[in-house]
T-cell receptor, first 116, second 112 residues
Framework: DADVTQTPRNRITKTGKRIMLECSQT?????MYWYRQDPGLGLRLIYY???????NKGEISDGYSVSRQAQAKFSLSLESAIPNQTALYFC???????????????FGPGTRLTVL | QKEVEQDPGPLSVPEGAIVSLNCTYS??????FMWYRQYSRKGPELLMY????GNKEDGRFTAQVDKSSKYISLFIRDSQPSDSATYLC????????????FGSGTQLTVLP
């Protein structure tokens, strides 16, 4: 079984709809992240969480919100989807930072979201 | 200007060729430098990383960092069709958060 799973894998929705993307992990990691990937722009950080009570905005948080329901679950919501939120979304996890650890992140398979 | 710039490609080479993938960065606080490989319809996976300047070799792959010129390279020797993927460089700050800043990725195709 995959260590980091994302649901759904593909979603097509309309402008103005509320959408939730879900991420679950079995790696036992405290840290979880949401990224979006766009052609030519690479991966950009939306939100990250270092534990259940710690949520932080990333580089591009406007228009998004998150919920950390448990250590293993981290959801991303688009309150009112717009076409420029069409992208590939990735969830990732990592161990707490140890000396000499570069913060290797483990990614899920991604959710392809299309907003019409 | 993005903090990490990557040659966009795409890059297409014949099997057996030596491949050079390159990035530059602007933030002097970056201490770790990583290369992720992303196959089509998959999430990125860490290929290798280096700390500060120098070279690191892992089989057919060599990562090189020159902090004086802020230049990051990944070399692939004897490239194989299975190396066809998008390669993402990433730089990591030395602070406690150790956030990753990614380049835009280079799509590599190795032709049999």
């Amino acid at each position: 079984d995959a260590d980091v799973t994302q649901t759904p894998r593909n979603r097509i929705t309309k402008t103005g709809k509320r959408i939730m993307l879900e991420c679950s992990q079995t790696k036992g990691h405290d840290r979880m992240y949401w990224y979006r990937q766009d052609p030519g722009l690479g991966l950009r950080l939306i939100y990250y969480s270092f534990d259940v009570k710690d949520i932080n905005k990333g580089e591009i948080s406007d228009g998004y919100s998150v919920s950390r329901q448990a250590q293993a679950k981290f959801s991303l919501s688009l309150e009112s989807a717009i076409p420029n939120q069409t992208a590939l979304y990735f969830c990732a996890t990592s161990d707490p930072i140890l000396a000499g650890n570069p913060n290797e992140q483990f990614f899920g398979p991604g959710t392809r979201l299309t907003v019409l | 200007q993005k903090e990490v710039e990557q040659d966009p490609g795409p890059l297409s080479v014949p099997e057996g060729a030596i491949v050079s993938l390159n990035c530059t960065y602007s933030n002097s606080a970056f201490q770790y430098f990583m290369w992720y490989r992303q196959y089509s319809r998959k999430g990125p996976e860490l290929l290798m990383y280096t700390y500060s300047s120098g070279n690191k070799e892992d089989g057919r792959f060599t990562a090189q960092v020159d902090k004086s010129s802020k230049y990051i390279s990944l070399f692939i020797r004897d490239s194989q069709p299975s190396d066809s993927a998008t390669y993402l460089c990433a730089s990591v700050s030395s602070g406690s958060a150790r956030q990753l800043t990614f380049g835009s990725g280079t799509q590599l195709t190795v032709l049999p």
